[in-house]
């Protein structure tokens, strides 16, 4: 059993509309031993994980797992290995419930698909499971790595739990979280530790623990100065102990003296306890206890001792939301065990962790708890009496070992003004308010008391987890804080997927958007936008374009292209698009990453529909697409049509529907919008320059894509108009897609088409071009992937050899596993084969030179098509050809004469590698090959 391939989904996927690790396993011989067959494997495995017991499986019920291993010969490994990193995960503190094993593209071979939360958690899981299957399993039935002879697997749980536990977000931002998910708000994890943005685009905000994008800096610093935090809140009147600050040990005994012992001392900076030292009442602790504090803080603060139990009060945007008694870290005898024991017992509390990993954290046996036992007399082995209290620090922070007891409902409204006071004096939107008292419900005017800290970014466990009492929603009124009723927290989201036509739809839909006044984010072939200018450059139609553009606070509107690629390697990347749209399904790519047939394929391309919550529009031209509709829970399905007479969309519109089709009049064909009855005549297509006055039927196809989605998302019908009226087929605007020149005295039309069936579409261009004009020659530039299919690349060239009159074959500029000339080759077999004269087929496996070539050919009047690769290199060689502007190639034309056949002189018009193009004495232009060999 080995792993052939690990897939980390972000975001829906083939698989769950949530995040997913699918593993690829090959059980090699085990595929004829399942788990009951082996020996000792079932008794093995639930030794070593007990509580795989607990899984339903398909029985629903516990124990559900542990028949499907024993009974009827067990269950195949694949799926034990499912629920092995499923479980290795639940006990590492990460609930997680969610898998599926499914047979892969061979005998033996197994997707192993299971749900999780942090990625390296979740490998981490599926590596450790397959490690123990190993230990369990005769190495006569293994194939691939063998487990280590000494390998331990409570060991190694052990390291997975403390990977977990580090990688995990703290109880305050976890907590935050859960309440942003209970409004429907997102999130995006923004580092490996607690920076979470909130809401997407321009409506976001973010957190860092309990520090807000609305915390003011100015709040954060005062609330570190612990002097000038204590000045301000003296200045109010408001009860604080003295305080004088001191950088001598010298000069913070004789603070001691004038404020009278005892005294604390402690850090002027420093937080969650450290270095604090409390009750100090002779020259020498008070010597000591700064020793210990300068370690945390050049400064040192001494001031008098408050008498009364240490309560937070947990102010949030002006209202006290949670007050809580906390106890310091303290043991309680038995009369039989030791401290060291007693220690122990209360860190085997589950609830105990290290740090801020779980709700209550563990004691420790360092200088602060040496120094209270010396003080008490006592040592780390000494028995206490039953029922005798010893505390083990001197401060009460939960992160010290403490607890905490909820007292919300017992505060007097007195100390309950105090706190919301000292929280709006330092400047601080979520504020922990440090007050000791006697008795909380008592007002600090009668019984005294005072504050002695107000906390920037004040940890919220102690509130949702408390040792005692009541839990308390500390988290909800921080996002309510951030968005307040109504306020909105997301931004449209458009993805657009198909196979043909996505970069132009999703440029069509960006330009509609952009001229209705948003500030868009669009991602696609080659780049991420913002507000229409390229960030990133590069093929970004996967989840993390998808991120880049939702983590941007400007962008108002999100039009995403999303491609096959990206949503088999990794997903969406975001929770779902509020409209999507699929334009259709064709053959491409087939035969990768295990998608070889259109159905699969159209399973692919259906994820960002299933996703999709507002609306998803659909080619009802598409059998596949239009299958689709089955799987959406989006609230509104729109069907586009080029077919006015289409049964389905009539009856869809006839019932209320929404739709947009085309009608023919006396000018054209018109793009019309139906809904509720409604009939919307949009815009003529001729007028939408991007249709090439309506001869370019895709481009029709994409506008009335663009105008449905467009529509879904509200925008006004005149912006939608306005949209497609000014978008065209530059290069500006859409490189790749349909540019055409004419300034060579012939058209020059540039494609990225790169499957049949967008060299279709293109073909079918310019054979209507062609009818509507006096054009010389028609010219195709064909190419091909190297990656598709023999019979893709076939069908490229015969559909091209119903349109042009002279091909030039070449290949794209990376051979994808191809020879160099294996590409335009069989394109030329094929023209041959469907009766293409040897003479009108020029093989030129270079992009440059075989343009280069074809713009030589070319006369006043032809038509050339050019499929491109590298569609900027081709524009520009394109449009600066003749010596117009900037050589794009080393290889510049050169003038020279040959002799012909007949020994005359013959003007050589240009020579490119493997080609000249001559021209005849009475003005023809003719094609003369070279070969190596002459």
């Known amino acids: ?247 001598g040990t010298g000069r913070a005994v004789r603070a001691a003296r004038r404020i009278g012992y005892p005294v604390v001392v402690k850090p002027l900076d420093a937080n969650h306890g450290r270095g604090v030292s409390i009750g100090m009442d002779s020259d020498e602790a008070v010597a000591a206890a700064f020793e210990q504090a300068r370690k945390h803080s050049r400064g040192v603060l001494v001031e008098s001792f408050l008498k009364g139990f240490d309560h937070r009060m947990l102010v949030i945007n002006g209202e006290l939301v949670a007050a809580s008694k906390r106890v310091p870290g303290h043991v309680v005898g038995d009369g039989k065990q030791t401290i060291a024991q007693l220690i122990e017992e209360v860190n085997s509390d589950p609830r105990r962790g290290i740090g801020h990993e779980k709700v209550l954290t563990r004691l420790e046996l360092d200088h602060q708890a040496e120094r209270l036992m010396r003080r008490g007399g006592v040592t780390e082995d000494v028995v206490l009496p039953a029922g005798q209290v010893f505390y083990l620090r001197s401060t009460a922070n939960l992160s010290t070992g403490g607890t905490a007891v909820d007292v919300t409902d017992i505060v007097h409204p007195d100390n309950r003004e105090m706190a919301v006071r000292a929280a709006v004096a330092i400047g601080l939107d979520v504020a922990g308010v440090d007050f000791l008292t006697d008795d909380i419900s008592t007002s600090w005017m009668d019984s005294g008391g005072g504050i002695c800290e107000v906390n920037a970014a004040p940890g919220f466990r102690m509130h949702v987890a408390p040792s005692e009492g009541t839990p308390r929603d500390a988290a909800g009124p921080v996002i309510d804080m951030l968005f307040p009723q109504e306020a909105p927290s997301r931004i449209p989201i458009a993805a657009v997927t198909g196979t043909n036509g996505k970069t132009t739809t999703t440029r069509m839909l960006a330009h509609i958007h952009k001229l209705a006044g948003e500030t868009v984010g669009m991602s696609s072939t080659d780049g991420v936008y913002v507000d229409g200018t390229r960030t990133v450059i590069g093929d970004m139609t996967g989840p993390m374009a998808a991120q880049m553009v939702l983590r941007d606070p400007r962008v108002s509107v999100a039009v995403l292209e999303t491609a096959r690629g990206g949503l088999l390697r990794a997903g969406m990347g975001y929770s779902g698009p509020n409209v999507a749209c699929c334009l259709n399904v064709a053959a491409d790519h087939l035969g990768l990453r295990g998608i070889d047939t259109l159905e699969q394929l159209a399973a692919v391309k259906r994820i960002p529909i299933e996703a999709a919550k507002d609306a998803v529009v659909l080619n009802a031209d598409d059998p596949l697409v239009l299958s689709m509709s089955a799987y959406t829970n989006a609230s509104k399905v729109v069907y586009v049509t080029t077919d006015p007479r289409h049964e389905l969309v009539r009856e869809h519109i006839r019932a209320g529907g929404c739709a947009v089709s085309l009608e023919s009049g006396v000018n054209g064909e018109m793009i019309v919008i139906y809904e509720g009855g409604s009939h919307m005549p949009l815009l003529w297509t001729h007028l939408i320059p991007a249709t090439l006055e309506g001869k370019a039927a895709h481009n029709v196809q994409n506008a009335m894509f663009a105008a449905a989605m467009a529509f879904c998302m509200d925008v006004r019908l005149e912006d939608i108009r306005l949209g497609l009226r000014t978008f065209d087929t530059s290069f500006f605007q859409a490189p790749g897609r349909l540019n055409v020149f004419d300034e060579l005295g012939f058209k020059v039309i540039l494609d990225y088409g790169h499957n049949p069936a967008a060299v279709s579409a293109m073909c079918d261009l310019v054979d209507a071009i062609a009818d509507g004009g006096n054009f ?91 499929f491109g690769d590298d569609v900027t290199r081709c524009w520009k060689q394109i449009i600066y050809y003749g010596g117009r502007g900037p050589a794009v190639s080393s290889r510049e034309p050169v003038n020279d004469t040959l002799v012909d056949d007949a020994g005359a002189d013959v003007p050589l018009v240009t020579m490119w590698q493997g080609v000249e193009v001559l021209r005849d004495a009475d003005g023809g232009v003719r094609l003369a090959r070279q070969d190596d060999n002459d």
Request: glycine share 10%.
């Open 776 to 866: 010389g020659r028609k010219i195709g530039v064909i190419a091909a992937p190297g990656d598709r299919r023999d019979e893709d690349v076939r069908a490229i060239a015969k559909r091209a050899a119903k349109t042009f009159d002279v091909f030039f074959c070449k290949r794209d500029d990376r051979l994808r596993g191809r020879g160099k000339a294996e590409i335009p080759e069989l394109l030329a077999a094929t023209l041959r084969d469907c009766g293409v004269d040897d003479d009108a087929i020029m093989v030129i496996p270079d992009e440059r030179e075989a343009l280069g070539a074809a713009l030589a050919f070319a006369e006043a009047g032809d038509l050339m098509l050019a």
């Open 1 to 247: 059993m080995k792993v052939r391939d690990t897939r980390v989904y972000q975001g829906p996927n083939l698989y769950a509309n949530f995040r997913v690790i699918r593993m690829t396993v090959d059980l090699g011989p085990l595929e004829a031993y399942p788990s009951a067959k082996i020996p000792g494997f079932v008794d093995g495995l639930l030794g070593a994980m007990p509580t795989l017991a607990e899984h339903g499986c398909s029985y629903g019920e516990p124990g559900g797992f542990v028949r499907r291993l024993q009974e009827d010969g067990g269950t195949w490994l694949g799926h034990v290995f499912e629920h092995v990193a499923l479980e290795l995960q639940n006990l590492a503190g990460v609930q997680v419930s969610f898998g599926k094993t499914r047979g892969a593209d061979a005998p033996g071979v197994y997707h192993v698909v299971y749900e999780y939360q942090e990625p390296q958690v979740g490998r981490e899981a599926g590596e450790l499971a397959l490690h123990l299957l190993r230990s369990l399993v005769p190495s006569e039935l293994w194939i691939g790595e063998t487990t280590d002879e000494e390998f331990d697997f409570l060991e190694e749980l052990e390291h997975l739990i403390r990977r977990a536990q580090r990688r995990a977000f703290g109880p305050s931002t976890a907590s935050l979280i859960r309440a942003a998910e209970a409004r429907d708000i997102p999130w995006l994890r923004l580092n490996q530790y607690s920076l979470v943005q909130f809401g997407h685009g321009k409506h976001q905000r973010r957190i860092q623990a309990t520090i807000t994008s609305e915390t003011r800096h100015i709040g954060v610093s005062i609330a570190s100065d612990k002097e000038e935090t204590r000045q301000i809140l003296h200045d109010l009147g408001l009860p604080v102990p003295e305080q004088m600050l001191v950088y």
